[in-house]
């Protein structure tokens, strides 16, 4: 029996098993049986956590509905893995670990309930928008009670200054978010307002992820910050790979329609590259940013920029740039222990960059 | 010297001044004069409360100008005065105390933003609303800081309980905008709905802002409870009035178009009384709830809609009605000693139904 034969025997979740795949296919035969070894823990604590947010006692109401409409349909879960391999790195996983994986998904899925009314979205991960569902005004309510929700958890689980950081971090989401309108439709956006977004908008919530688990973990301050790090620069890597798939990823796989980025008005880093290699690239940029629903003048440019995308190296520098930070990931996990739970980490560090969806 | 103008000369804030003038109309010239004795204190509590809302740092960004849009506008601040009565009948009030003045006034204008993205209303105080100023999306992530930044400073500020009944409040809040959303363009709203809307959305942070302003104040949690009741009724007693005002009120006064509440959907209770009297009224009130666009129909509706208002009693009975809970939030304070910021509390519940905007 393979290891992932052996993994999928127990129903592990799918993020699991795609890891120990991963790992085998790397030639990491090695980690993928560390992997193993860890993956009968980690499996519980990841059940745990699927459980918990598909058993989520939400109002027996529209907000309740709306919010439970993509929560309850799956997902990566990246997050919470994130909080769970933390967590493992000190004592293991534990109620608070729980309250800290449950909470940065209800953070997470908020902010897509918000940004799909923000961005008028019709389909997410392959179904509807939640928006289109049950309407705008409800996502909004749905995408607040997510929050208070996410927030009452971290507050009851009182774990070190888990509630005080969370409250930090959604201001810099905020932020974020005001920065990406502001700069909404321009194809003047610089390289750093592109990053700064990244940084807010989803690594901020990685380093949350991983610094609240440690501290769920019982590690010291040193620890939690390091592993803060690896967060955020997972979250960049992350960002980058996701802005990247949505040029040159494939439909199918990704759940979501291609340039959707550059439909609802982003200059991502590999279009802000691309025409920083191609100037010529500023006008027809331009007029899809200003008017994506011109249909005719859209499916013209959008032949035009993915091509440019790839003739440019835009893609290369976009691999290159993520795989950079998430090599910074790896290096920020140096001065804590080695173990399964550490190469876990590691595995997880190169496997956000060389994912396909 | 009057009591109105020794008041007036210390540039005391709008609500004080008018709560003494109003004790004098109503030939309560001994509440007038104790609220006099405590306008020196309050006058410094409000003032403070002014100071912190007006120049309160907002971020040098998009969603920061559309926070501070409204917020620096001004308004009743009858929320925050609530939390500095509630403190003094304690040991009076402190730095925890302007903190949840503060968070109280934040809240209720992260909600005055989301109500409006959800209403399209333009005009607010007979000012432009943030999210024609700035947009729809700008709205909600204006919304959403202001709600984090008030979170944020209860938690800093450490007072009992505040921070977890906060959460809840706020949750119950959503749930409230959930039913009423549920009920949008309903002509069958039930009474209950109503009241159900009324507490959650209105009352609930009333009570919130008595029982941790008594927090903060020092008092103890029966004291605290009591002022929750006080709150309670009071938000009621507001909220029927305010829907009052909708229908009978004064454009030049209130700062809004009259009817908005119809022409956004909603049934208050007046239509609904207006209704139960006149079955005939369901027909044209579901045409108008349907279409309010129609401007046709509407204003021969809003004609009949008025005038069906007054014939049936409905204006006497929702004064009738909110006078009761005016009056059940007095009895709420029978439990706490006589003095000065008990009258001014009983002052706050009889102005608040006989205000005219």
Redesign the interface.
Same mark, same amino acid.
């Given at each position: 029996m393979t290891v992932i034969s052996a993994v999928k025997s127990v129903g592990s979740p799918e993020l699991l098993t795609k890891l120990v795949s991963f790992s085998n296919r790397q030639g990491l035969s090695e980690l993928a049986e560390r992997l193993q070894g860890l993956s009968g823990f980690l499996h519980n604590d990841l059940e745990q956590i699927e459980g918990t947010l598909r058993s989520l006692e939400l109002?027996d109401? $529209?907000?309740?509905r709306t919010a439970g409409h993509l929560l309850k349909h799956g997902g990566k879960r990246l997050r919470p893995l994130c909080v769970a391999l933390a967590s493992h790195l000190g004592d293991g996983f534990n109620s608070g670990s729980a309250d800290i994986a449950v909470a940065v998904e209800l953070v997470h899925h908020a902010t897509l309930l918000?940004d799909d009314?923000?961005d008028l979205a019709d389909s997410r991960r392959g179904i509807s928008t939640a928006r289109t569902e049950y309407?705008?005004?409800?996502s909004?309510?749905a995408g607040?009670?997510l929050?208070? %929700?996410a927030? &009452?958890r971290v &507050?009851r689980a009182e774990i070190g200054n888990a509630?005080?950081e969370l409250? %930090?971090t959604? %201001?810099e989401m905020? $932020?974020a978010?005001?920065?990406q309108? %502001?700069y909404r439709r321009r194809v003047d956006t610089p390289k750093e307002v592109y990053f700064r977004v990244a940084e807010g908008k989803t690594a901020a919530l990685f380093r949350w992820a991983m610094s609240a688990g440690g501290q769920a973990g019982g590690l010291l301050d040193g620890a939690c910050e390091a592993l803060g790090h690896y967060g955020l620069h997972l979250g960049v890597a992350f960002q980058l790979t996701d802005d990247l798939l949505d040029l040159v990823g494939d439909e199918a796989r990704t759940g979501k329609a291609l340039l959707t980025d550059l439909r609802d008005g982003m200059m991502t880093f590999p279009l802000i590259f691309a025409l920083d290699r191609r100037p010529e690239l500023r006008e027809p940029l331009a007029a899809v940013l200003a008017e994506p629903e011109n249909s005719d003048v859209a499916e013209e440019v959008f032949r035009t920029v993915v091509q440019a995308v790839h003739e440019t190296g835009a893609v290369d520098r976009s691999q290159e740039l993520a795989r950079y930070r998430s090599k910074q990931a790896m290096r920020s996990l140096e001065s804590l222990p080695d173990g399964v739970s550490r190469r876990a980490l590691m595995a997880v560090a190169k496997s956000t960059v060389r994912r396909n969806r």
């Amino acid at each position: 029996m393979t290891v992932i034969s052996a993994v999928k025997s127990v129903g592990s979740p799918e993020l699991l098993t795609k890891l120990v795949s991963f790992s085998n296919r790397q030639g990491l035969s090695e980690l993928a049986e560390r992997l193993q070894g860890l993956s009968g823990f980690l499996h519980n604590d990841l059940e745990q956590i699927e459980g918990t947010l598909r058993s989520l006692e939400l109002p027996d109401a $529209l907000v309740g509905r709306t919010a439970g409409h993509l929560l309850k349909h799956g997902g990566k879960r990246l997050r919470p893995l994130c909080v769970a391999l933390a967590s493992h790195l000190g004592d293991g996983f534990n109620s608070g670990s729980a309250d800290i994986a449950v909470a940065v998904e209800l953070v997470h899925h908020a902010t897509l309930l918000h940004d799909d009314v923000v961005d008028l979205a019709d389909s997410r991960r392959g179904i509807s928008t939640a928006r289109t569902e049950y309407g705008n005004a409800a996502s909004i309510f749905a995408g607040d009670w997510l929050l208070i %929700e996410a927030l &009452r958890r971290v &507050r009851r689980a009182e774990i070190g200054n888990a509630l005080g950081e969370l409250l %930090e971090t959604i %201001e810099e989401m905020i $932020l974020a978010e005001s920065l990406q309108l %502001e700069y909404r439709r321009r194809v003047d956006t610089p390289k750093e307002v592109y990053f700064r977004v990244a940084e807010g908008k989803t690594a901020a919530l990685f380093r949350w992820a991983m610094s609240a688990g440690g501290q769920a973990g019982g590690l010291l301050d040193g620890a939690c910050e390091a592993l803060g790090h690896y967060g955020l620069h997972l979250g960049v890597a992350f960002q980058l790979t996701d802005d990247l798939l949505d040029l040159v990823g494939d439909e199918a796989r990704t759940g979501k329609a291609l340039l959707t980025d550059l439909r609802d008005g982003m200059m991502t880093f590999p279009l802000i590259f691309a025409l920083d290699r191609r100037p010529e690239l500023r006008e027809p940029l331009a007029a899809v940013l200003a008017e994506p629903e011109n249909s005719d003048v859209a499916e013209e440019v959008f032949r035009t920029v993915v091509q440019a995308v790839h003739e440019t190296g835009a893609v290369d520098r976009s691999q290159e740039l993520a795989r950079y930070r998430s090599k910074q990931a790896m290096r920020s996990l140096e001065s804590l222990p080695d173990g399964v739970s550490r190469r876990a980490l590691m595995a997880v560090a190169k496997s956000t960059v060389r994912r396909n969806r």
